[in-house]
């Protein structure tokens, strides 16, 4: 398996549980791996996989981040969880 790498960060500003989605690097066609997690990665935190358009609109996830906006405690989560 190939080392995962962050494409995108997206945040729907707490609409649902699963507030950040972050995009990675593995796809299967146009499905992308992805990482749906609560604030703080401790409330809700799980892989799926999802549309995700590398040149285009994905308002469908929310509006992007970037990694430096996230707190810590989230960055650590996520490195944890793609480690």
Same mark, same amino acid.
């Given at each position: 398996?190939?080392?995962l790498r962050i494409l995108g960060v $997206? !945040? %729907? *500003?707490?609409a649902t549980l #699963?507030?950040?989605t972050f995009v990675f690097n593995e796809r #299967? *066609? !146009?499905n992308y791996q992805m990482l749906g997690t609560s604030e703080t990665g401790? *409330? $809700? +935190?799980? $892989?799926?996989s999802g &549309? $995700? %358009?590398? &040149? *285009? #609109? %994905? +308002? &469908? @996830?929310?509006?992007?981040v970037q990694w430096h906006? @996230? +707190? !810590?405690?989230l960055k650590q989560h996520v490195?944890?969880?793609i480690a």
């Open positions: 398996m190939a080392t $997206f !945040d %729907n *500003g707490g #699963d507030r950040y #299967d *066609g !146009d401790e *409330g $809700f +935190s799980q $892989f799926c &549309h $995700f %358009n590398y &040149h *285009g #609109d %994905n +308002s &469908h @996830l929310g509006k992007p906006q @996230l +707190s !810590d405690q490195e944890g969880r």
